[in-house]
């Protein structure tokens, strides 16, 4: 499966912005797919948020309330709706899959992930 983030940008303090993970090659329903940052000079982070083909949902605590990850099937599409930015937001967003036949629960660690994104900039000014 292939993965293409798109969507990020430049936004102010609380304001929003929605990414897309568009897949390709395979079924988005074959996939567990979630959504990582890295900020400028720090290591990449546990999942911010995950999205099970079965509707299941893990939150980081650093974004609950505040992004809501959902997925569209039939366009093979996973969004990101980030609302009430701030400016420790700020990172490169990266979408990344593995096969929901190989893990018994919503993975948090980036190693457990196969298929990588290229990632997307969200800056967000104070």
């Known amino acids: 499966v292939q993965l293409v983030e798109s969507g990020g940008g430049l936004v102010q303090y609380g304001g929003s912005l929605r990414l897309s993970c568009a897949t390709s090659?395979?079924?988005?329903?074959?996939?567990?797919i979630g959504w990582f940052r890295q900020a400028p000079g720090k290591g990449r982070e546990g999942a911010l948020c995950?999205?099970?083909?079965?509707?299941?949902?893990y939150y980081a605590d650093s974004v609950k309330g505040r992004f809501t990850i959902s997925r569209d099937n039939a366009k093979n599409t996973v969004y990101l709706q980030m609302n009430s930015l701030k400016p420790e937001d700020t990172a490169v967003y990266t979408c990344?899959?593995?096969?929901?036949?190989?893990?018994?629960?919503?993975?948090?660690?980036?190693?457990?992930?196969?298929?990588w994104g290229q990632g997307t900039q969200v800056t967000v000014s104070s």
């Open positions: 090659g395979s079924s988005v329903d074959d996939y567990v």
């Open positions: 995950v999205s099970g083909s079965d509707g299941t949902t």
């Open positions: 990344a899959a593995v096969n929901r036949d190989y893990v018994s629960h919503l993975p948090i660690l980036p190693h457990k992930y196969d298929y």
